[in-house]
Nanobody, 115 residues
Framework: QVQFVESGGGLVQPGGSLRLSCAAS????????MSWYRQAPGKQREFVAG???????NYGDSVKGRFTISRDNAKKTVYLQMNSLKPEDTAVYYC?????????WGQGTQVTVSS
Protein backbone atom coordinates (compact mmCIF):
# COMPACT_ATOMS: atom_id res chain seq x y z
CA GLN A 1 0.00 0.00 0.00
CA VAL A 2 1.63 3.19 -1.26
CA GLN A 3 0.31 6.70 -0.89
CA PHE A 4 1.39 9.92 -2.56
CA VAL A 5 0.30 13.28 -1.18
CA GLU A 6 0.77 16.43 -3.23
CA SER A 7 0.94 19.90 -1.74
CA GLY A 8 2.18 23.39 -2.46
CA GLY A 9 -0.22 24.51 -5.14
CA GLY A 10 -1.98 27.82 -5.18
CA LEU A 11 -2.71 30.98 -7.09
CA VAL A 12 0.24 32.77 -8.63
CA GLN A 13 0.68 35.56 -11.14
CA PRO A 14 2.32 34.97 -14.51
CA GLY A 15 6.07 34.95 -14.12
CA GLY A 16 5.84 33.79 -10.54
CA SER A 17 7.09 30.64 -8.90
CA LEU A 18 5.75 27.75 -6.87
CA ARG A 19 7.31 24.70 -5.31
CA LEU A 20 5.26 21.54 -5.17
CA SER A 21 5.92 18.64 -2.86
CA CYS A 22 5.01 14.99 -3.17
CA ALA A 23 5.39 12.91 -0.05
CA ALA A 24 5.43 9.16 -0.47
CA SER A 25 4.57 6.71 2.25
CA UNK A 26 3.91 3.03 2.59
CA UNK A 27 5.82 0.13 1.18
CA UNK A 28 7.63 2.03 -1.55
CA UNK A 29 11.35 1.39 -1.37
CA UNK A 30 12.55 3.97 -3.87
CA UNK A 31 11.37 7.28 -5.27
CA UNK A 32 13.74 7.22 -8.22
CA UNK A 33 10.89 6.46 -10.59
CA MET A 34 8.71 9.33 -9.45
CA SER A 35 7.21 11.75 -11.92
CA TRP A 36 4.96 14.77 -12.02
CA TYR A 37 1.92 15.05 -14.25
CA ARG A 38 -0.73 17.66 -14.77
CA GLN A 39 -4.23 17.85 -16.12
CA ALA A 40 -5.94 21.02 -17.24
CA PRO A 41 -9.71 21.30 -17.67
CA GLY A 42 -10.85 19.50 -20.79
CA LYS A 43 -7.42 18.07 -21.49
CA GLN A 44 -5.71 14.76 -20.92
CA ARG A 45 -3.21 14.26 -18.20
CA GLU A 46 0.27 15.05 -19.47
CA PHE A 47 3.78 14.29 -18.33
CA VAL A 48 5.60 17.21 -16.76
CA ALA A 49 8.83 15.96 -15.21
CA GLY A 50 10.29 12.80 -13.84
CA UNK A 51 13.27 10.75 -12.84
CA UNK A 52 14.57 7.89 -14.90
CA UNK A 53 15.65 4.65 -13.29
CA UNK A 54 19.22 5.89 -13.53
CA UNK A 55 18.51 9.10 -11.65
CA UNK A 56 18.48 11.42 -14.64
CA UNK A 57 15.63 13.82 -15.24
CA ASN A 58 13.17 14.22 -18.08
CA TYR A 59 10.90 17.15 -18.78
CA GLY A 60 7.95 17.80 -20.98
CA ASP A 61 8.72 20.15 -23.83
CA SER A 62 6.40 22.82 -22.49
CA VAL A 63 8.24 23.13 -19.17
CA LYS A 64 11.88 22.63 -20.12
CA GLY A 65 14.05 25.38 -18.74
CA ARG A 66 11.38 26.52 -16.30
CA PHE A 67 10.63 23.55 -14.06
CA THR A 68 13.04 21.47 -12.02
CA ILE A 69 12.34 18.16 -10.36
CA SER A 70 14.33 17.16 -7.30
CA ARG A 71 14.09 14.69 -4.46
CA ASP A 72 14.94 14.05 -0.85
CA ASN A 73 15.48 10.33 -0.55
CA ALA A 74 15.53 10.34 3.25
CA LYS A 75 12.14 12.02 3.37
CA LYS A 76 10.80 10.07 0.40
CA THR A 77 9.69 13.36 -1.05
CA VAL A 78 9.81 14.65 -4.60
CA TYR A 79 9.67 18.33 -5.43
CA LEU A 80 8.78 20.35 -8.46
CA GLN A 81 10.18 23.85 -8.59
CA MET A 82 8.16 25.86 -11.07
CA ASN A 83 9.52 29.18 -12.28
CA SER A 84 8.40 31.64 -14.92
CA LEU A 85 4.89 30.32 -14.66
CA LYS A 86 2.49 30.90 -17.51
CA PRO A 87 -1.31 30.82 -17.63
CA GLU A 88 -1.08 27.64 -19.67
CA ASP A 89 0.57 25.97 -16.68
CA THR A 90 -2.76 26.12 -14.89
CA ALA A 91 -3.75 22.58 -14.01
CA VAL A 92 -4.08 20.05 -11.25
CA TYR A 93 -0.64 18.60 -10.61
CA TYR A 94 -0.19 15.00 -9.61
CA CYS A 95 2.72 12.86 -8.64
CA UNK A 96 3.01 9.15 -9.18
CA UNK A 97 5.51 6.39 -9.67
CA UNK A 98 6.17 4.73 -12.98
CA UNK A 99 6.06 1.00 -13.33
CA UNK A 100 6.05 -1.19 -10.28
CA UNK A 101 4.93 1.42 -7.74
CA UNK A 102 2.31 3.09 -9.90
CA UNK A 103 -0.65 3.92 -7.66
CA UNK A 104 -4.17 5.23 -8.10
CA TRP A 105 -4.25 8.94 -8.82
CA GLY A 106 -4.80 11.11 -5.79
CA GLN A 107 -6.44 14.50 -5.54
CA GLY A 108 -3.39 16.39 -6.72
CA THR A 109 -2.72 20.03 -6.00
CA GLN A 110 -4.24 22.90 -7.95
CA VAL A 111 -1.95 25.41 -9.62
CA THR A 112 -3.60 28.49 -11.05
CA VAL A 113 -1.58 31.05 -12.95
CA SER A 114 -3.57 34.20 -13.49
CA SER A 115 -3.24 37.94 -13.22
Amino acid sequence: QVQFVESGGGLVQPGGSLRLSCAASGSISSIYGMSWYRQAPGKQREFVAGFTSGGSTNYGDSVKGRFTISRDNAKKTVYLQMNSLKPEDTAVYYCNARGFYFSPWGQGTQVTVSS
